[in-house]
């Protein structure tokens, strides 16, 4: 039985935005033990983006919702509500939605954070579509924003390498009869928390001397682990919006899956018998933003003519917690 909501609901904007600092992998062989060879071969990356100290979550967001705003041509008065996706809000409280909201001067919105790791944006699109198909609201605003240099160990060569910064934003909204999004799913494993966390911070262990000795502020993963789950996770979910909706993988025109790491990406179209020209693929010059993965991929993608109006495309994405979802979506405009 496919997820489709009882209106069409679609994306009908996107925008994004990444601080002006670059990162090279060569940087990284100035201090660390390793090499661009290194870094290049194993996970596709050969350059991020990073904030300036001073610089948080809610700025990048804030400039990429106000692209998207404007490529609407609508004003944040049209909004409805905000949903910032995000690991790495610029504090605890308040919401980086509401700081967000407050930057672009959107006013009579409600809003908050959505946290389901590298899959925020996934799940908040879902969320944000449930409100406007449910009648209550007419336009919601989704940002994927978030700042992982903020919780990147810059000692360890193993984590620090493979993330960056950035934001990407959408608007979401009614659109015509067909269109939208026309099934999702979504899972949440958390036996697998203890193979990608950050375990300072929270309730269970919460910031002191000790925590911040222990390096518990960064982020902490099991690659072997969350490679093998997130091959088979994404494929499968994948293959299930395929299987459910009866669609013939030769329509798919774009497939954007969360940029982690770029063998992942491959084997996962290849179990999808998906051809590489029509994967979404910005890693190599942005790594790993998290919750800004997808917004961005598809909207560069979007901007070099990959989808257009009434054809096919497939978000797929994985993340600690374990998260996992797919999303079937028929591009509206």
Same mark, same amino acid.
């Given at each position: ?88 809000? #610029?504090?605890?409280?308040?919401? +980086?939605?509401? @700081?967000?909201?407050?930057?672009? %001067? !959107?006013?009579? =919105? ?42 990147? #160990?810059?000692?360890?060569?193993? +984590?620090?390498? @493979?993330?960056?910064?950035?934001? %990407? !934003?959408?608007? =979401? ?18 036996a697998g928390a203890p193979h990608l966390l950050m375990p300072g911070g929270g309730s269970l262990n919460p910031p002191s001397h000790e925590t911040v000795d222990k390096k518990m502020h960064f982020v ?81 993608s979007l901007e070099k003519g990959a989808l257009k109006k009434g054809e096919l495309a497939i978000f797929a994405a994985f993340g600690a917690g374990y998260t996992c979802g797919a999303t079937l979506i028929r591009w509206a405009y």
């Amino acid at each position: 039985m496919t997820r489709r909501f009882a209106i069409p609901v679609g994306i009908t904007a996107t925008g994004q935005f990444y601080p002006d600092r670059v990162v090279t992998n060569e940087d990284f062989a100035a201090y660390l033990d390793t090499s661009d060879e290194w870094i290049t071969t194993r996970v596709g990356i050969k350059e991020r983006r990073w904030v300036e100290p001073g610089v948080a979550s809610s700025d990048l967001g804030a400039k990429a919702l106000q692209m998207a705003l404007d490529r609407r041509g609508i004003g944040p008065g049209d909004l409805d509500a905000i949903i910032a996706c995000t690991v790495t809000p #610029d504090m605890l409280f308040p919401s +980086t939605a509401a @700081l967000i909201q407050h930057k672009i %001067g !959107a006013k009579n =919105v409600f809003g908050y954070d959505m946290n389901a790791a590298c899959c925020s944006f996934l799940f908040g699109l879902t969320t944000g579509a449930a409100f406007v198909a449910s009648g209550v609201v007419k336009r919601v605003a989704v940002v994927g924003c978030d700042i992982m240099s903020s919780i990147a #160990d810059k000692s360890d060569r193993n +984590t620090v390498v @493979l993330f960056g910064d950035g934001a %990407g !934003a959408v608007i =979401v909204e009614q659109v015509e009869e067909g269109m939208g999004i026309l099934d999702f799913e979504h899972y949440l494993d958390g036996a697998g928390a203890p193979h990608l966390l950050m375990p300072g911070g929270g309730s269970l262990n919460p910031p002191s001397h000790e925590t911040v000795d222990k390096k518990m502020h960064f982020v902490r993963q099991n690659g072997q682990e969350v490679y093998k789950n997130a091959v088979k996770g994404m494929s499968d979910v994948s293959r299930l919006m395929i299987d459910r909706n009866k669609v013939d993988p030769v329509d798919v025109r774009l497939f954007v899956a969360h940029q982690a790491n770029a063998r992942i990406i491959e084997a996962v179209a290849k179990r999808l018998e998906m051809p590489m020209e029509r994967v979404a693929m910005n890693i190599v010059h942005y790594a790993n933003t998290t919750s800004a993965t997808i917004p961005t991929a598809l909207h560069q993608s979007l901007e070099k003519g990959a989808l257009k109006k009434g054809e096919l495309a497939i978000f797929a994405a994985f993340g600690a917690g374990y998260t996992c979802g797919a999303t079937l979506i028929r591009w509206a405009y």
